[in-house]
């Protein structure tokens, strides 16, 4: 299987959450941005977190993983991704959120798989909806990305238009063992409390 660098990205004003990162919520007895690490890293042999403040990631995250800020500050996660596209070490980059408490590795697998097949980015679909955080990226995509910064994009989607880009769906996802929460995300308090209350996970 191909090398994979593994990207959280960090950023974002965290307004629905009372101002609390909710990369730092406690999750399954951890802060969730360590839960994901400790899944990526499973397959991941580089670890990356975006992030416009690394100050309350470095206690909290193993040495191991580069911390890095935006190259164009302010561009959302679109920005964020330039950033970790254009510093990542191999061609394929697994992308996910900080808020997407259930990643999954076979996922991640499945996508990168497709990729080889010569796609810049392979995406999820779920239920008709395409989850670009969760797809996996070639790094060349970076240059993709810099004209529509340029435009004052910040959406990930965005970019979808402007790569060959393959989509993998939900019914072959399940067929091949992947549990579909994975795309699951925390926008607000009451998302957290609900999804940390039906898995037990607080």
Same mark, same amino acid.
């Given at each position: ?11 974002g ?39 416009n ?13 580069r ?16 950033a970790?596209?254009s ?22 697998? *499945? =996508? ?6 010569? %796609?810049? +980015?392979? #995406?999820?679909? $779920? ?6 955080l ?17 435009r004052g ?13 393959g ?5 072959? *996802? =399940? ?6 929460? %994975?795309? +699951?995300? #925390?926008?607000? $308090? ?13």
């Amino acid at each position: 299987m191909d090398m994979l660098s593994g990207v959280i990205l960090a950023g974002g004003a965290n307004r629905r959450m009372n101002g609390e990162l909710k990369a730092l919520l406690p999750f399954g007895g951890k802060p969730l941005i360590v839960r994901q690490l400790d899944c990526m890293r499973e397959i991941c042999d580089e670890l990356i977190v975006v992030t416009n403040d690394p100050k309350p990631y470095l206690n909290k995250v193993d040495r191991s993983v580069r911390i890095i800020t935006d190259y164009f500050t302010d561009h959302g996660p679109l920005g964020g991704m330039h950033a970790a596209l254009s510093l990542a070490k191999h061609d394929s980059v697994w992308v996910v959120g900080c808020d997407m408490p259930f990643i999954s590795i076979r996922a991640a697998q *499945l =996508l990168l798989q497709r990729k080889l097949d010569g %796609f810049e +980015s392979v #995406i999820p679909v $779920v239920a008709g909806e395409l989850y670009p955080l969760h797809g996996i990226y070639d790094r060349a995509c970076a240059s993709h990305i810099v004209p529509l910064l340029h435009r004052g994009e910040t959406r990930i989607s965005a970019l979808l238009n402007h790569v060959f880009m393959g989509g993998l769906g939900d019914r072959f *996802l =399940l067929e091949n063992g992947v549990d579909l929460n %994975f795309v +699951s995300n #925390i926008k607000t $308090v009451e998302d957290y409390e609900a999804i940390a209350h039906k898995k037990g996970v607080r």
